[in-house]
């Protein structure tokens, strides 16, 4: 990696010199005349080094270290430069957070030393950091592209800081499982989550769900409810589509986000609330918002922290990663196969556009599964290949739909349609076990079927306890 610089010194000589040396080390240099011009590059660039004398004009060594180290990580190390005698004050500046230092007039050899151990312990912060992010965002997401890696770094950098969020991405592209990484590092992990889809319901109902009502306080209200936001408080709030959120409630969620109190229905006082608020949408809600259809306040204050997921056509290098986690997935579930990914899978997948990005990735690998029988994949079912998509060919309709479900020839259906739709039975009854953590009137209950017809159903498709996660604890 590249390292960037910045050498400050009230002695343009030294600072002459100081960069020559470092530039012929490869890292790339700016300078500063002192510590007030220092810190206001520092706030305006990333530096992975400052270099800094102590006694200059306007701001000297100590309080330009000082109010670096009280910057939000991360911070560039800090390197004194102190002229001889006065060792006690470099010395201050270790204890104060400083990472090393060296005496002026130096020797070449004395100062490329500290520098090289700086530089090491910025490498090796950065790749604690990438790896952090990477297996947290890896507890939610599949992946082994440089974009999302890089994704990771940043979800595993703001988890901790307690600021608002804004996920924007494709529909497909996995904001909620970000989301959810994103509460997995945070200081909130153990307190309530709550997810509420902003286009699931009227203006009215919204407002109603997401602030609390009081008894009465509208036709049906039989009984008060706190509301979401209440019920997240302490912990964190997912407005999913956000860009969908009625007009009448933009203003009433602004003030949550200014003043962090709800106003319930049919209450008059408000009601603090402690609750970190991350919002996701597949819009564009800066167009939105030229466009009156968007508050801009509310943009602005969403976007304090701005993360965009990719589309799978910007990181076809997770297409064979998640391919296999699903095929593994989907064999598993509907007791067929286990299917693998082949070269010629592998080109078909590579050769869409995926436009619906994972999503649709995963729902074409569970079809091709479920209509596929014996030992090998029935290719025909895949999605017809279609040219690698633009944002502005993104929205163009699903060619799934204009893909076959089974293959025809002359000779009639290439198909055995009891054996498939077994499978797919199976597949399905398995999911409804595995979502109701194997309580079987539960799972008889949401398939809309009797417990005896599902124990029928179990024994038809040997799934005993060993095949699927059973808890009888009805």
């Known amino acids: 990696m590249a390292f960037r610089a910045l050498v400050v010194d009230d002695d343009s000589s030294v600072r002459y010199t100081v960069r020559g040396i470092l530039e012929h080390a490869k890292l790339q240099v700016d300078e500063a005349a002192d510590g007030a011009e220092g810190l206001e590059r520092v706030e305006n660039n990333n530096y992975d080094l400052v270099v800094t004398d102590i006694q200059m004009p306007r701001m000297d060594g100590i309080e330009l270290l000082n109010r670096i180290r009280k910057r939000p990580t991360p911070q560039p190390k800090v390197i ?16 104060a957070g400083a990472f090393d230092y060296f005496r ?13 151990r700086a530089t090491e312990s910025v490498r090796l912060t950065a790749e604690v950091e990438r790896l952090s992010g990477e297996l947290n965002l890896t507890r939610s997401l599949i992946f082994t592209s440089a974009a999302m890696s890089k994704l ?25 499982r970000v989301a959810d990484a994103l509460v997995a590092a945070s200081g909130r992990a153990n307190q309530p989550f709550v997810r509420f ?21 509208f036709t049906g209200a039989v009984k008060a409810r706190p509301g979401l936001f209440r019920e997240a408080d302490g912990g964190t709030i997912l407005l999913d589509e ?6 009448t409630i933009q203003a009433k969620l602004l003030r949550v986000l200014q003043e962090g109190e709800v106003r319930p229905v049919g209450e008059d006082q408000p009601i603090k609330v402690d609750v970190r608020i991350i919002a996701a949408t597949h819009r564009d809600l ?5 466009e009156g259809k968007f508050r801009e306040d509310l943009y602005y204050r969403f976007k304090v922290v701005h993360l965009r997921i990719p ?26 196969g286990p299917f693998k990914l082949t070269p010629s899978l592998l080109e078909r997948l590579n050769a869409h556009s995926w436009p619906g990005n994972v999503r649709e990735l995963e729902n074409a690998l569970e079809s091709l599964v479920a209509l596929s029988q014996g030992s090998e994949l029935d290719l025909s079912v895949l999605p017809q290949s279609a040219p690698i998509a633009t944002p502005a060919t993104a929205a163009a309709p699903h060619p799934a739909t204009a893909a076959p479900i089974v293959s025809m020839s002359d000779g009639g259906a ?3 349609l009891k054996a498939r739709m077994d499978a797919y039975e199976r597949g399905i009854i398995v999911a409804a076990l595995e979502a109701a953590h194997g309580n079987r009137s539960l799972t008889a209950r949401r398939l809309g079927i009797n417990r005896a017809t599902l124990h029928g159903k179990l024994r038809k498709y040997g799934l005993t306890d060993s095949d699927v996660d059973l808890d009888e604890a009805e």
Request: glycine share 6%; proline share 5%; with cysteine.
């Open 80 to 95: 004194i430069m102190t002229a001889h005698g006065s060792e006690r004050l470099a010395v201050e500046a270790i204890k």
């Open 104 to 116: 002026k007039p130096f020797e070449i050899d004395e100062m490329m030393a500290v520098v090289r």
């Open 152 to 176: 990771a770094v940043l979800v595993q950098r703001i988890a901790p800081r307690d600021v608002t969020v804004l996920l924007t991405g494709e529909s497909g592209t996995g904001k909620e």
């Open 197 to 217: 889809n902003c286009a699931a319901l009227t203006a009215e109902l919204a407002e109603a769900e997401l602030f609390g009502h009081t008894k009465g306080a």
């Open 242 to 247: 956000i860009g969908e959120l009625p007009a």
């Open 286 to 290: 800066m167009q939105m918002a030229a």
């Open 311 to 336: 589309p799978l056509r910007e990181r076809p290098e997770d297409i064979p990663l998640l391919a296999r986690h699903f095929l593994s997935e989907f064999s598993r579930r509907f007791g067929v």
């Open 414 to 416: 290439q198909v055995d």
